[in-house]
């Protein structure tokens, strides 16, 4: 049951995290940075205390009681993490919504559910899986073989964006948009890369997310562990995230003098300014609902590959009701449809893992 409740928090945390884009698009006359940054006031600084307050009222002791290196080690990650975010903003501009996510989340999947299980290998601790779990164990050789499933699923959907840009040579400079494989590509390796390190991140902090479960369940006994743990961790991590991306799109709006875009009579203020708290709020459900799937599968490679599958599955679902495959023949749209079946069955896969424990 408990592995059944964990599929279904990462499911819904991989929604909120492959359709936080969609508002962006719909903001009018308004740059990348002057939409990015504030959307992601709502994402890295003001929705993940309001939901710690309301999951632990205690949270800001915790925070303010934890060590220095476990501090500075979840905002280091947090920092690094927030390259990654910062350029897969970038990435689904010049990639897409589903190409985009594929390639940058697939790395992230492949980095982030892996290198933590390569130190914990040679730094053992207490509950943490080391690399040989996957190779010595029938639930871990289970995971390992989801975890390539998928990858053959996002080759398909990398394989899907070379026959689009093929397809869309022929177009006019309008209809191809912002569509850039090469500069696009790039940057989604950075990012997918760099974006694993939120993984990191979760990891670094688990003293103050221990914390919080140990006091959870002293008030709760005999109730399992505590679903909102992670929610006082996140504060760091995001607190070194949005670092990264302010000082990066103050940059963008004094080189660009992009400031004045929200003084623009034809841009609708209320409206845009809904539009980015829409997005960065649902940006930050993902991961309030990925700690509560970690809370009943554990914060190991089942749980961060789960969670980028559902937000590989549902950002290519998007790219297709998007209509960002119009226009391409049918070889092409054959392949991003095989990737999203083939990442469903990975899905399927790794969840079946955790039954055999």
């Not at 500069?183 to 997918?192: D, L, T």
Request: positive net charge; hydrophobic residues 50%; glycine residues 12%.
């Amino acid at each position: 049951m408990n592995a059944l409740a964990g599929v279904l928090f990462h499911f819904i945390g991989g929604f909120a995290s492959g359709s936080f884009y969609v508002p962006y698009k719909k903001v009018k006359d308004w740059s990348w940075e002057a939409m990015w940054i504030l959307g992601g006031l709502f994402s890295w600084i003001i929705v993940p205390p309001i939901a710690a307050w309301l999951t632990i009222p205690n949270f800001w002791d915790i925070l303010t009681e934890a060590g220095a290196s476990t501090l500075g080690y979840t905002f280091l990650f947090g920092l690094l993490w927030g390259i990654g975010g910062l350029t897969y903003g970038l990435g689904v501009r010049y990639l897409g919504v589903s190409l985009g996510s594929s390639v940058m989340l697939g790395l992230s999947m492949v980095f982030g559910s892996l290198m933590p299980a390569i130190y914990y290998f040679f730094n053992q601790a207490p509950g943490k899986q080391g690399i040989d779990y996957f190779f010595t164990t029938n639930a871990g050789i289970c995971v390992m073989i989801g975890l390539a499933v998928c990858v053959i699923g996002i080759y398909l959907c990398g394989r899907a964006g070379f026959l689009k840009e093929k397809s869309l040579s022929s177009l006019s400079t309008e209809a191809k948009s912002d569509y850039n494989f090469g500069v696009g590509i790039v940057v989604a390796i950075v990012s997918g890369v760099l974006s694993a390190c939120f993984n990191f991140g979760i990891e670094a902090g688990k003293p103050m997310a221990e914390v919080a479960n140990d006091l959870w369940k002293a008030a709760n006994p005999n109730q399992g562990e505590f679903l909102y743990q992670n929610n006082v961790t996140y504060i760091v991590i995001l607190w070194g995230g949005f670092a990264t991306n302010f000082i990066w799109c103050l940059y963008l709006l004094l080189k660009n003098r992009t400031f004045s875009d929200y003084r623009k009579a034809s841009a609708p203020l209320s409206k845009n300014l809904l539009l980015c708290a829409v997005a960065g709020t649902t940006w930050y459900l993902q991961f309030f609902f990925y700690g509560m799937g970690e809370s009943r599968l554990g914060n190991g490679a089942s749980s961060w590959i789960l969670h980028m599958a559902f937000i590989i599955l549902i950002a290519n679902v998007w790219g297709v009701i998007l209509k960002e495959w119009k226009g391409v023949n049918k070889s092409t749209y054959a392949a991003i449809i095989s990737g999203i079946v083939i990442i469903m069955l990975s899905i399927g896969i790794v969840g079946f893992a955790k039954t055999l424990e």
